[in-house]
């Protein structure tokens, strides 16, 4: 399970990473490289929110049902005010290209590209930064259980 962890979690890094890159370069009315195929991160999202769903169903059974609870209250209270930002950004930002949408005469393709991929990448940043601040946590407290399993069985006598 540590390793599907990983995995998802590196996955939603990319994801962000890819996202931020796209957003920066829509900002400037730039296409970025990948052209069209930055929709990819679109599909990826509902990749990496069937991840945290597993995750949380495996988890569940294993470490009980308070189990979330303490997984995201260990995480850094930066990452959940950076998470609230990007909620507050993607809300901005889409009404910012809802604006944009009705004002597309006399733009060109690449321009028109630009626009649509600002106002998806808004809301592809907070879905995988949300994500991966899911799977860091259920990282963290994996890691945490297994120590504490490790020195309950060290502890005991007669092991």
Request: proline share 2%; aromatic share 22%.
């Amino acid at each position: 399970m540590t390793r599907f962890i990983r995995s998802c979690a590196l996955f939603s890094a990319s994801g962000f990473v890819l996202s931020l890159v796209v957003h920066i370069l829509g900002l400037f009315d730039k296409v970025p490289f990948f052209g069209w195929f930055a929709f990819v991160l679109h599909f990826g999202i509902f990749v990496a929110l069937l991840g945290v769903v597993v995750t949380y169903f495996r988890l569940r059974q294993s470490e009980g049902k308070d189990f979330w609870k303490r997984a995201l209250r260990a995480s850094p209270v930066w990452m959940r005010w950076m998470l609230f930002l990007f909620l507050i950004y993607a809300v901005a930002n889409f009404f910012w290209f809802w604006n944009k949408l009705f004002n597309l005469r006399g733009k060109s393709s690449d321009e028109i590209m630009a626009i649509v991929l600002r106002g998806f990448s808004g809301h592809w940043l907070f879905f995988y930064f949300g994500t991966f601040i899911a799977f860091r946590a259920a990282m963290q407290a994996t890691q945490q259980t297994a120590v504490a399993r490790a020195s309950e069985q060290t502890a005991s006598p007669g092991n």
